[in-house]
């Protein structure tokens, strides 16, 4: 009798603990405000200027390469000046592989982004360690935008940490334009280390992960 008291007290308390981290979903992505932990998704945006038929700007993004756009297109109506923003976010959660032992690794996480802007256009981009740091750019004004954020990052093989990037545009009038790509890339990791992903990512720095599920791949690296 006192062994089922302890079982059942034992139960208890395991179902009051928190899930860990690695049995967690993957983390949603969003164009604009629709959010969704698939991999890719793309969708055209419609940008309103009455009584004329509406223009689209695009919104994407596709995780397994690391990579995201934005484009928003400005219009003009009997109503005034038309068009608006968009923005995508991208988020996935990955995990240092390596050799074990060594202690915390040092290394960057990258966003390349490249874009321009047209009339009354912007265009711009983040990029954030979600509980660490975070780089910011847009095109200040200018035609253009052609920069590379970085992030420094440190963790121990086997740790998991969530990057969340961004690219956002807007436009408005008729000859406004704004339009930016994101690249996502890992830096800096000393030769035999890399990264997987919730998402299956397979850009720079990552480690091939085809024939092998996240969760087999997170106890093979424990």
Not at 26 to 54: Q, Y
Not at 81 to 91: C, H, L, N
């Amino acid at each position: 009798m006192a062994s089922l008291r302890v079982r059942m007290v034992m139960a208890a308390v395991l179902a009051l603990l928190p899930v860990a981290a690695s049995a967690a979903p993957c983390p949603e992505s969003c164009l604009d405000g629709s959010c969704n932990a698939v991999a890719a998704r793309d969708s055209a945006v419609a940008f309103v200027c009455p009584p004329f038929p509406p223009v689209f700007g695009q919104v994407s993004y596709d995780l397994v390469a690391g990579r995201l756009y934005a484009k928003a297109v400005g219009c003009s109506g009997f109503d005034g000046p038309g068009g608006g923003g968009v923005i995508v976010r991208g988020s996935d959660r990955f995990r240092l592989v390596g050799p074990a032992g060594g202690g915390p690794v040092s290394f960057e996480v990258r966003s390349q982004l490249v874009g321009g802007v047209g009339g009354l256009g912007t265009c711009g981009g983040d990029l954030v360690e979600v509980g660490g740091a975070s780089a910011s750019a847009n095109d200040a004004g200018s035609m253009y935008l052609y920069t590379t954020l970085a992030v420094p990052l440190s963790h121990q093989v086997g740790d998991e940490f969530r990057i969340d990037y961004y690219a956002s545009a807007s436009a408005g009038g008729p000859s406004g334009l704004g339009f930016v790509e994101a690249q996502l890339s890992f830096a800096g990791l000393p030769p035999g280390f890399g990264v997987t992903s919730c998402q299956g990512y397979t850009g720079d720095g990552a480690v091939v992960t085809r024939k092998a599920s996240w969760g087999a791949l997170k106890v093979h690296y424990r």
